[in-house]
């Protein structure tokens, strides 16, 4: 038998040594602008490099992810004020290490004095703007009871230490990024419209540069009242007032009562498997996770990685999975606390196999024949999602919303902060299209103290019992594709994950029937192949800005930050 030399053992030890630099993210860099390489310990990864740093801070003072999460949250109110918030709403989905599962829906609701036709003019027909801009636009908050049912639950280190960061970069401002200060100076005639006395985002002096400091005085004393108060300090007292104070400035409906009286919701999630790996991912009142099930299983039956990422077969494949299940968002899916959505019907594997049967290869299958309806889509998105693993592997994945970019455009004077445009999500009237050229009927239509259909998709994926991936994106209707189309591109194309988000993507929601695609997603020949059976293919900007973690089979941790925005993985 051979000895150990006691040079060899010290070889193996600097192998073993380099090893463990290789995997705590000296590979930094490599990836991309916003990539930080792999972990050991734990990650974040969101919308803006500050609220990302605020999250794993947390995680390295000894809190767990639920901790980080709600810290990240609240700095993302003050660092990332398109979607970041206070004033608005969302969902989360978390996973305990030991593999508990739970979702909390923290969606805004319609106020109590909402009804049905509150945005339609005296001929039946939907004043767009009304339920876009200003006061009238806005559902009442959940954010803030959501991070203090959160926490309350699950979270570890005090209230107080989880929202000071926040606090800390309102007061002392942090320096705005390039995309930022662009932004901000494109959105300059809507606040002044919406906010003639002021706020922190207009700068009356010049436009916004690079670097720049915003500091949000009126935001902190807000945050420092949460801090103290806990959701008394936002659904009570001087903030509640100030939001009373500022709906009676353009005929808005929520009050003090539908403030004291909001209430976030624990929720049992969806789950669901694909080629051996389980999705856990939210229910209803967001249609994101039943959605993303019915897709997975519509291609689950369909060989993708031997047809190729993007290629003709693929595509087609997709788009027909996503015209039915689209149909299917439109007709069947609402708040399930008023509308009874039949979640296990859509979910049960024959129904979208015998969905998919009517699909032929030979043509597009028209979307007025999966149900009828005709009409135009735009876009325009702002949401953020973000991503958190703990050094246990509790995992937390979070989408939050204002719905539009900056929501209403009103800033609460007084208390600093943006309120939603999350009314525009409910079916205004049936078949008239939403923001995101969205349909809707019954099941989405407003009632009072109903919350509003969502699309967002905050999703975990279980390999073999344990953690595989956290995930999720903003991006209106497209985010369910986006989620869809990031899981397939690690689970069938076999890609890491920072590949997985910057990849290019693709889009059909059923109506209008086209498909939207990145610039560069199909190549010339596929696009023509595809044209030939009927697609209307039609190129758009950004689909997506996916920000997700995945295990390795190492045991490290992978960050994806979408290469679209400022996003920013960091791990220890
Ligand atoms: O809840 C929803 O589905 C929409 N309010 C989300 C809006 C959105 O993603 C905007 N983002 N880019």
Redesign the pocket.
Known sequence: MQKTTKHQTSVSFLIYFLAIILMSGCVSGQLGKNNSGEYKNGMVVSAHPKASEVGIEILKKGGNAVDAAVAVQFALAVVYPN?GNIGGGGFMVYRSSKGEINALDFREKGPSSASRDMYLDSTGNPIVAKSLYGQLASGVPGSVDGMVEAHKKYGKLSWKEVIQPAIDLAQNGFQITKQQASELNNMHRNFMKFNPEGTAFINLERPWKENDLLVQNELATTLKLIQEKGRAGFYEGAVADSIVLEMQKGKGLITKEDLKNYHSVWRKPITGTYRGYKIITMPPTSSGGVALVQLLQSVEPYPLKKWGHNSDSTVQLIVEAERRVYADRATHLGDPDFYAVPVNELLNPDYNKNRMSTFNWSAATPSSSVLAGNVNGKEH???THFSIVDREGNAVSITT?L??SYGSFVVVKGAGFLMNN?MD?FSVKPGAPNMYGLVGGEANSIAPNKRML???TPSIVEKDNKLFMVVGT???ST?ITSVFQTIINVIDFEMPMQSAVAAKKFHHQWLPDEVYAEKDALDSLTTEKLKAKGYKIVLRGGIGRVDAILKTKWGTYQGGADPRGDDKAIGY
Request: net charge negative; glycine share 18%.
């Open positions: 979607a998105e702002e949401t919303t719905n539009g999350e999500d969502s699309s967002m903003p991006g209106g985010i």
